[in-house]
């Protein structure tokens, strides 16, 4: 992984960016939950250099994201899936989707394609944060608050954690 210099290691969302945050990453991921599999139809769906694809490739298959493995249809090519790591990134690619409709959308623009549920065939609602008991929570609910990891670095650096006892 490469050193970051731009968050403190205790941040699991800068570790996070660290993986996923390079340019193509997350669009890579996109692409295999939409089925693509081989290094030439993520080229001509992404239309990105085959160096570049190549490297990031290579890191989400380091990072566990993604499986590299030869192809049962055709021996000489090499398919890549989602692992379990991968799958789990599905609700961030729904909720990056319904962000960018809602907020990205130009004027009069109509959507390109619709994500609908499988068995019901209707759309997909929007992603939500919930409470333990079912609540749907806006950051308004939600505090941080000291956690078994945290040390006195991490307390002297985070606001919220140096007003915590």
Known sequence: ??????????????RAMDVLGEQWSML???????GVRHFDDFQKSLGIARNVLATRLARLVD???LSRRV??????????RLTQKGRDLFPVI???????????????????????DREAGQPLGPVEVRSSDGRVLTPFDTQIV???GT???IRAVIPPLRKAG
């Open 94 to 116: 729904i909720s990056l989707s319904q962000w960018g409709a809602r907020h990205l959308r130009r004027e009069g623009e109509l959507p390109a394609f619709a994500l609908v």
């Open 63 to 65: 990072e566990g994201i």
């Open 28 to 34: 890579i991921v996109r692409d295999t939950f939409f």
């Open 146 to 148: 000291p956690a078994s």
């Open 1 to 14: 992984m490469p050193k970051r210099v731009s968050a403190p290691d205790y941040c699991l969302i800068a």
């Open 71 to 80: 192809s049962e249809q055709d021996r000489r090519k090499v398919e890549y």
């Open 151 to 153: 040390t006195e670095e």
